[in-house]
């Protein structure tokens, strides 16, 4: 992704003070506002607040300064879906059964902020940065409104491209614009707004505007976004929404940066991926502090970030739900004295899900300065935070007593919070993750009758380097030396032939090389070895669909759809395979089912249309094209399906205003001229039919449709 130097529009010029401003200010309401922010991949050490000189974090720095920043904050999973799960259930991985991503996703059983807000008579929208948060993960339930339709990510999916992501002011300006139309509508109701920002996620873009230009770095994506967020807090100020709104900002997790040898997340939980920012402004506070000035200092109470949503819900005067496993922090956010001491707990399940290594978890504990961590892994570490932030001095041999008593400590911590656990499991987890973690042989492992955490598998800090090489071959890729990058990835193939990360980087390379029969190969060994990953299914059956094994291929995406079944786009490809097998009313069904699981997707609606036209309903055609034009107006499909569907409807004016504004976006569509050739003969317009036909035939001598438009001018002279 090295060449994307292009310059995003800037915050300061999507006049964010729109209507808004203008609007009287709100009026006394039952209930303060909730505004969450989550930053994701930042570091707590990369803000000004926290320490870090050289950050450009002036807006953030002046909210903990009218609220409250916790020094000891820690998120539960280094990866965003699971640590976002946690947020806004309130609950821990391990009984929220968000262990991991891919293949999993929060179930429906679970009250989150949204669910309670929504049913409280809130107002409740969300704006994702990306796709990676998409509804299908669970998150999207008590929501009414869940922006999370990011242009281009449906067509990225299978192409193992990143999925795409929205800058801050794109994030900003969608929120803003919910809230504007919510404040129209009902002035007086309280809102919750959650945005999601990802900027700070590799790849990273230069930015301009927002009163300054941002270079593409790890910073600069983090100052570029704190810029953002203070014309949001400017914004909120000026319609007079800002003191009665609690604003809650914390990181889903941070990054490695080459700490621990770690450059991005989600592998280890040493402090630079699992230590979080965590910011709170209390509503009533305004840009004096709550008590009129803010604190000099940080918080030193232990927080976790399932402690969110209980404190967010006891600030807004509502109950906490018995489900929630958090700590309210009522009494640090409103500057009176200290709240309950909890241990903090997090865990990453990614070395074994992905590289088939032992998993690792962790528990921090102990009075504020003498915080001490204890990692349990095959060879456990254990450090002294207050002393030691950089965790670089291990003091599990030295201190053995003090690292049992916190293994001890840490089963407790597990099992008192994890009531669906078998009795005799150290490692408690629900139905669906119990289910995924017996295929891999895991939660089998046993020793001295026991199960256990830890298993003879190897220890992820042993083999940091095996995981960093495939992301080093992943980046030479993506530099655009194939040879390269495959030598890279056999060589690691080479020494662990069942290595799951290594087979599906260079399964996605050999796809996107067009290396099919190569890619096939790649991804049955891939399935082979982790038959609980439902993503290699798909991708496994969209390279047999371009070898032409369509049988196959829908064997495969059942089976995609079997493991996932909250996956819509393995029933969209489905019935997509379907239309072309001329299965039509099978295909129908299935991307019904599909747009059910995610409305508004381009791909399901254009082949829902398809089916229609085919049918001979040219209006439900129209309707459905016209919804996957508007989802995505980038895709040619929908519009050439659209254009014939209303030659058929005898609108030929719609067809020729369609098509006019089509080749302004792509000018060598000779459909696109064949078609409106067709519209310009059927209004008279002989003249510039013609034309239509000649580039239509220029650009493709055999399309069929110009010939008829040609023909039809030749018959009547
Ligand atoms: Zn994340």
């Known amino acids: 992704m090295e060449a994307m130097r292009f310059y995003l529009p800037g915050c300061a010029l999507l006049g964010l003070a729109g209507v808004l401003a203008l609007a009287p200010p709100a009026r006394a309401q039952a209930r303060p506002n909730l505004l969450l922010i989550t930053l994701d991949t930042v570091r707590a050490d990369h803000l000004g607040i926290y320490g870090d000189r050289a950050a450009r974090t002036p807006h953030l720095d002046a909210l903990a300064r009218q609220g409250v920043w916790f020094e000891y904050a820690f998120t539960t999973v280094p990866l965003t879906l699971p640590s976002h799960a946690a947020i806004l259930t309130g609950t821990y991985p391990f009984d929220n059964g968000v262990r991991s991503q891919p293949g999993f996703r929060l179930e429906d059983r679970l009250p989150t902020l949204a669910t309670i807000l929504d049913r409280a008579g809130y107002a409740t929208g969300a704006v994702l940065g990306s796709s990676i948060l998409d509804r299908r993960f669970g998150l999207a339930r008590g929501f009414q409104a869940y922006d999370d339709q990011i242009s281009g990510a449906v067509a990225e999916e299978y192409e193992g491209l990143p999925a795409s992501k929205r800058s801050a002011a794109e994030v900003v300006r969608r929120g803003w614009a919910w809230l504007e139309a919510e404040r129209r509508h009902s002035p007086a109701r309280p809102f919750f707004l959650w945005l999601h920002f990802y900027d700070a996620h590799l790849p990273y873009l230069p930015h301009r505007g927002a009163g300054g230009s941002f270079p593409a770095t790890y910073d600069g994506e983090i100052a570029y976004m704190d810029a953002c967020l203070g014309r949001l807090f400017a914004d909120l100020q000026r319609a007079g929404l800002y003191d009665n709104t609690a604003i809650f900002v914390v990181a889903d997790h941070g990054e490695g940066l080459g700490d621990h040898g770690e450059s991005t997340h989600g592998f280890f939980i040493y402090d630079s991926t699992i230590r979080v920012p965590l910011i709170v402004k209390a509503p009533g506070a305004g840009p004096q502090g709550i008590r009129g000035a803010g604190p000099a200092q940080p918080n030193d109470e232990l927080a976790s970030t399932v402690d969110i949503a209980p404190t967010a819900l006891r600030l807004l005067d509502l109950p906490v739900p018995a489900e929630m496993q958090g700590t309210p922090r009522l009494a640090a956010v409103l500057g009176r004295g200290r709240d309950a001491d909890t241990p903090a707990y997090a865990e990453t399940f990614f070395p074994l899900l992905s590289m088939g290594w032992n998993p690792l978890r962790a528990l921090i504990s102990g009075p504020s300065g003498r915080l001490m961590k204890y990692i349990e892994a095959p060879r456990?570490?254990?450090?002294?935070?207050?002393?030691?932030?950089?965790?670089?001095?291990?003091?599990?041999?030295?201190?053995?007593?003090?690292?049992?008593?916190?293994?001890?400590?840490?089963?407790?911590?597990?099992?008192?919070?994890?009531?669906?656990?078998?009795?005799?499991?150290?490692?408690?987890?629900?139905?669906?993750?119990?289910?995924?973690?017996?295929?891999?042989?895991?939660?089998?492992?046993?020793?001295?009758?026991?199960?256990?955490?830890?298993?003879?598998?190897?220890?992820?800090?042993?083999?940091?380097?095996?995981?960093?090489?495939?992301?080093?071959?992943?980046?030479t890729y993506e530099a655009h030396d194939y040879p390269r990058a495959l030598r890279q990835l056999r060589a690691i193939l080479a020494s662990d032939p069942r290595q799951p990360m290594a087979l599906d980087a260079l399964g996605t390379i050999q796809f996107a090389e067009h290396d099919l029969n190569a890619a096939r190969a790649t991804y049955r060994a891939l399935i082979a070895a982790a038959p609980y990953d439902s993503t290699a299914y798909a991708e496994l059956a969209h390279t047999e669909a371009l070898l032409g094994h369509r049988a196959e291929a829908e064997r495969l995406y059942r089976k995609n759809f079997a493991l996932d079944p909250s996956n819509g786009r393995a029933l969209r490809e489905l019935g997509l395979l379907l239309i072309e097998d001329g299965k039509l009313a099978e295909a129908k069904g299935d991307l019904e089912r599909a747009l059910a699981l995610q409305p508004g997707d381009p791909f399901a609606l254009n082949g829902l249309g398809q089916i229609q036209a085919q049918q001979g309903d040219f209006a439900a055609a129209a309707q459905s094209l016209e919804q996957a034009v508007a989802a995505d107006a980038s895709q040619l499909p929908p519009r050439l399906n659209l254009g014939f569907v209303y030659l058929r409807l005898n609108q030929p004016q719609k067809t020729a205003q369609l098509m006019e504004q089509t080749l302004r976006r792509a000018p060598r569509a000779p459909q696109a001229y064949a078609e409106l050739a067709v519209a310009r003969l059927e209004l008279g317009d002989r003249a510039a039919a013609a034309a239509a036909v000649r580039r239509a035939l220029a650009l493709d001598p055999q399309n069929s449709l110009a010939r008829q438009a040609q023909a039809a001018l030749q018959r009547q002279p």
């Open 380 to 475: 456990p570490e254990l450090y002294d935070l207050s002393r030691d932030p950089r965790e670089t001095r291990d003091l599990a041999a030295a201190q053995q007593a003090r690292a049992n008593s916190m293994l001890a400590a840490l089963d407790d911590f597990v099992r008192a919070r994890a009531p669906r656990a078998a009795p005799d499991s150290r490692m408690p987890v629900d139905a669906a993750t119990a289910r995924l973690f017996s295929s891999l042989g895991y939660a089998g492992a046993v020793r001295g009758g026991t199960p256990v955490f830890v298993t003879n598998l190897p220890d992820p800090k042993d083999r940091v380097h095996e995981e960093e090489a495939i992301l080093t071959a992943l980046r």
